[in-house]
C-alpha cells in the first residue's frame, strides 16, 4: 500500500504504510468485549502515529509500528552513516513484532522477560548484519515498545537509548524511561550542572546493533481510565518543552491530529532531526 504525505510549514510529514487492510496507517482501535452482555470487559485503545524527516535532514532513520492486534507499540531512531540509520530502526521495529507473538498470553512478569529478551534477539541480527555488510557497518538503533494488556488493565515497556515514553495522567505527565545517554549519565553520577549540561545530547551510551548484545531496561504498571502514552523520538523533545507536549496533548481529543501537531510545532522551531511521535489512549468500559 502506498504511503500518503501531508506537507505541514514547509516539511513533509510521512506516516507510516498501513499494516493491513483493516488498520489506518494513522489511527486504530485495539480491545473488544461487551460491558452489558455476556463478554468480559476489556480495556479498549485508540492509537496514532506519524514520523517526519524535519527540516534539516536529507533521509528519515526514525521508525514506528501501530500493532494493536497484539496490544503493540513501538519506535526506533536509528543511526549509521549511508543507509545505516534506516536500516537499523527498520530492522529492531520489525523483529520486535516477530519474537513478540504471544505477548496476549503471557503474565505481566513474563511479558517483561519476552520483551526484553526480544530486544537482545533484534540487537544480535543489527550487529550480524552491521558485519556482513560494509555499507551498514556500524549502525544501530534506539528502541522503546509498548504493550497493552486489554484484560489485565497493565502496561508493560522496554526500552534501550534515548527515546523516550510519558504517560499522561490527570492532566500531568510523566517520563516513565530515563535516556541511556552520556548527559544522563552525568547528571545521575551527581555532576553539577555546569559540566553534564555541556554533554552532547547526542550521546546515547546504550544501542541496539552497535554491540552484539545490549541491557534491556523494563517496567510494568496498572492503567488508569483516560491515560495516554507517548512514544516519541529525540526530535520530538529536543525541539519542544515538556509543557508544549502536554498542552498538544490535552488540547486534542483526535490522536491524529495531535501527532500531527506535534510535529508541525517541532517542525517549526526549526526541525534540526528526524520526529516520531505514537500516542495510545486508554478507555474503560462503562
Not at 113 to 119: D, M, S
Not at 189 to 195: I, Y
Amino acid at each position: 500500500m502506498p504511503v500518503s504525505s501531508a506537507v505541514t510549514g514547509g516539511c513533509v510529514i510521512r506516516p507510516a504504510p498501513a499494516l493491513d487492510a483493516d488498520i489506518s496507517p494513522f489511527c486504530s482501535i485495539q480491545g473488544g468485549g461487551s460491558p452489558g452482555g455476556g463478554g468480559a470487559s476489556v480495556w479498549r485503545f485508540r492509537s496514532a502515529g506519524l514520523t517526519d524527516v524535519g527540516c534539516v535532514r536529507l533521509k528519515n532513520e526514525d521508525a514506528f509500528s501501530l500493532r494493536p492486534d497484539r496490544g503493540l507499540y513501538v519506535v526506533a531512531d536509528g543511526m549509521g552513516g549511508h543507509r545505516g540509520g534506516e536500516v537499523a530502526s527498520r530492522m529492531a521495529v520489525d523483529g520486535v513484532e516477530d519474537f513478540t507473538q504471544i505477548l496476549p498470553s503471557m503474565t505481566s512478569e513474563e511479558r517483561l522477560e519476552a520483551l526484553a529478551g526480544a530486544f537482545r534477539l533484534c540487537c544480535s541480527q543489527v550487529f550480524e548484519r552491521g558485519v556482513s555488510d560494509l555499507d551498514l557497518r556500524h549502525m544501530g538503533t534506539t528502541l522503546l515498545a509498548l504493550h497493552l494488556d486489554e484484560t489485565a488493565g497493565r502496561y508493560s515497556i522496554a526500552h534501550v537509548g534515548d527515546s523516550r515514553a510519558y504517560r499522561i495522567r490527570e492532566k500531568r505527565m510523566e517520563q516513565l524511561t530515563e535516556d541511556h545517554s552520556l548527559r544522563n549519565e552525568a547528571k545521575n553520577m551527581g555532576a553539577p550542572e555546569a559540566q553534564w549540561s555541556l554533554v552532547p545530547k547526542s550521546i546515547i551510551t546504550r544501542s541496539i546493533g552497535t554491540f552484539e548484545t545490549v541491557r534491556v531496561d523494563t517496567l510494568s504498571g496498572e492503567l488508569q481510565p483516560e491515560d495516554v502514552f507517548l512514544l516519541c523520538t529525540d526530535g520530538l523533545t529536543d525541539a519542544l518543552r515538556n509543557d508544549a507536549i502536554l498542552g498538544v496533548i490535552l488540547a486534542h481529543q483526535d490522536l491524529q491530529e495531535a501527532c500531527r501537531e506535534l510535529i508541525r510545532r517541532a517542525n517549526e522551531g526549526g526541525g534540526p532531526d528526524n520526529i516520531t511521535a505514537v500516542l495510545v489512549r486508554a478507555m474503560r468500559p462503562a
